[in-house]
């Protein structure tokens, strides 16, 4: 295994954006040209009115992920974009599950390893059931594993959802820059040249 393969593991990118139409093919280029697969993306509304979050997985090195965050923060819409180790964050993902509801009713013990994996049951109709789960990859692949044997008949799994630990919201990186008059550009660029003192979240 080369040094690079060995450096690569998983990052979480956070790009928040002021419009996202159109943002998001534009996104997908800047890692299509370099030939890197996006595990996950999901975009939703953030903290603050009227600005949006994405949230991207990938796995490469922290030198190709710095390269991409600060490309992706060139696109004129981009207010900021970070990047965290899954150490960093706390994430989950949702999945849904479809058995037959015959298989259910017979097996009691599907029933039972349903409720050791924390599944719930959101849809029971004559013919399947609908179950949900949220967890980490691991947890949810696990349930597939387990729900196989058993005519496991459809599956789909949500985008990664994530919430930086470490992290006093954008919201107040947002007002520290509508605190600074507009004679002070000097200063600004101060913050800008500092972005892991200010930005950092």
């Not at 507009?182 to 979240?201: A, C, H, R, S, W």
């Amino acid at each position: 295994m080369s040094n690079q393969d060995i450096e690569k593991q998983e990052f979480n990118i956070t790009v928040y954006t002021e419009n996202q139409i159109g943002l998001l093919s534009r996104i997908a280029i800047i890692f299509s040209r370099r030939k890197i697969n996006i595990e996950s993306l999901n975009t939703s509304p953030s903290e603050i009115d009227k600005i949006h979050r994405f949230n991207i997985v990938i796995t490469e090195s922290e030198e190709v992920v710095r390269k991409l965050v600060r490309q992706i923060e060139k696109q004129v819409e981009v207010l900021k974009a970070y990047y965290h180790t899954n150490e960093d964050v706390i994430w989950q993902e949702l999945a849904l599950y479809k058995v037959s509801t015959d298989v259910i009713a017979e097996k009691v013990s599907v029933e039972r390893l349903l409720r050791e994996n924390g599944a719930r049951a959101v849809v029971i109709r004559k013919d399947y059931t609908v179950f949900e789960t949220t967890g980490h990859r691991e947890e949810t692949d696990n349930l597939i594993n387990i729900l196989q044997p058993y005519g496991l008949i459809e599956f789909v799994r949500s985008a990664r959802v994530a919430i930086i630990k470490d992290s006093d919201g954008f919201n107040r990186k947002l007002r520290e820059f509508e605190r600074l008059e507009p004679g002070e550009d000097v200063i600004e660029n101060e913050y800008l040249n500092q972005g892991e003192k200010v930005f950092t979240m």
